[in-house]
């Protein structure tokens, strides 16, 4: 046997075996190179690509999309990803990652009614939101996340916030001119330094470990008193006012809902005394579709000591310390202040690791085997989406 039979039977087992692989192709997910300007991270890497492709999906990745996360074209083909020219990559796709929203004219060959996950920043980007619903694409903000326990596992802020208390810590302390531990040599003693982390939330948390690893004396504060005990689990001291009435209630997850006039007097008292002690201040307090609040003023920056060191984590929204500019090093009164438009970005290999695990949990939970496609439900759809069939439908964008 063999000779020409052979040939027909092989084509036919690889022509069956195409169709076989197209009919359980239900959807087409496409990832884009990131076009906003110090950018690194990439929505997708070969892990994730390979777990969409077991659902039956084709995977489309834009030609250098991994590059500044040391991910290469190679690895993407590896994993089972078609890696091509935007044009190609974006055609007929049914989903669209990205970390920042493209313009919708960079999705141009999409499906009509297309779903786009990504960061849209929905407060301050009104227009963008505006282009999607006008062109029909479904957009899916990934920062609108609810902060419900099913849905941790796709909370884009936590993850993202995690490596940036990190490397707020690490740039602080490549910035200071001194070491952070204290080193006893046969020249003498060299005292640890002192930090101070504003704001414990999830960024907050990891500066406080991060800088504990390194060796500083640290401590923390919070509105909420709630995260006193999460603080001195970690080995910090807590800063907070202990005999006067403050807090008057404390909402759901611990948030404050106010703070009585006379608290926040002793409070504002306690804290800047605490400043003007410290090598190290790491600032990560954010609101919401709101501007950053201003957390230190030009008058304690100016009682610390020279060559103090403050990292303000929040300088993209507006900085929680007076006079912050977003990626350069301002000196005032001696002390350094930095802080990172995107801090997340600096770690580009890590953040595009945890981002684009976040987008396969986000869309694997919502996955209908019998339609091939995910389905969202109330609770988490409704809470991310931007966008459907040409309108703005997030009741947070309302009014």
């Known amino acids: 046997m063999g000779g020409a039979s052979d040939r027909d039977y092989n084509a036919f087992r690889r022509n069956a075996h195409r169709a076989i692989k197209g009919a359980l192709i239900q959807v087409k997910i496409a990832v884009l190179k990131e076009r906003e300007a110090g950018e690194t991270r990439v929505a997708a890497t070969p892990e994730t690509v390979k777990k969409f492709i077991a659902l039956g999906n084709e995977v489309a990745v834009e030609a250098g999309a991994g590059d500044n996360a040391s991910i290469p074209d190679a690895a993407f083909a590896d994993a089972g990803a078609t890696t091509a020219p935007l044009a190609k990559a974006v055609k007929d796709a049914d989903i669209v990652l990205g970390i920042q929203a493209p313009d919708p004219k960079v999705l ?13 920043d929905p407060f301050q980007n009104g227009d963008l939101v505006s282009a999607y619903a006008k062109v029909g694409f479904e957009a899916l903000s990934m920062e609108f996340m609810p902060r419900i326990t099913r849905a941790q596992s796709m909370d884009v802020l936590s993850s993202q916030s995690n490596l940036a208390g990190y490397k707020a810590v690490l740039a602080a302390a490549d910035t200071y001119g001194r070491a952070f531990p204290m080193m006893m040599t046969a020249a003498g003693t060299v005292n640890a330094a002192k930090a101070f982390v504003m ?10 470990a991060t800088a504990r690893r390194l060796g500083a004396q640290v401590s923390a504060t919070d509105v909420r008193s709630a995260t006193k005990e999460q603080i001195e689990s970690l080995g910090a001291k807590a800063i907070f006012v202990e005999d006067v009435a403050g807090i008057e209630g404390e909402g759901s997850g611990g948030y404050a809902t106010e703070m009585s006039d006379e608290y926040k007097a002793a409070q504002a008292k306690l804290v800047s005394e605490h400043i003007a002690k410290q090598d190290i201040v790491i600032t990560t307090a954010l609101i919401p579709g709101r501007a950053a609040p201003v957390l230190i003023t030009d008058a304690q920056i100016a009682t610390m000591k020279p060559g103090s060191v403050i990292f303000d984590l929040a300088v993209a929204q507006g900085g929680n310390v007076e ?21 997340p970005a600096h770690l580009p290999a890590d953040a595009s690791a945890l981002f684009a695990r976040n987008h396969f949990n986000f869309l694997s939970a919502f996955w209908d085997k ?26 947070r964008l309302q009014g």
Do not use: C
């Open 108 to 120: 141009k060959g999409a499906k009509a009614g297309a779903w786009v996950a990504a960061l849209f």
């Open 370 to 395: 019998e339609a091939g496609k995910p389905e969202l439900d109330e609770e988490i759809g409704d809470a991310i989406r931007l966008t459907k069939d040409g309108a703005v439908v997030n009741e």
């Open 323 to 343: 006079g912050s500019k977003a990626d350069e090093i301002v000196v005032k009164h001696g002390v350094k202040i930095v802080g990172y438009s995107n801090t």
């Open 199 to 208: 704001g414990v939330g999830v960024a907050g948390l990891q500066a406080i």
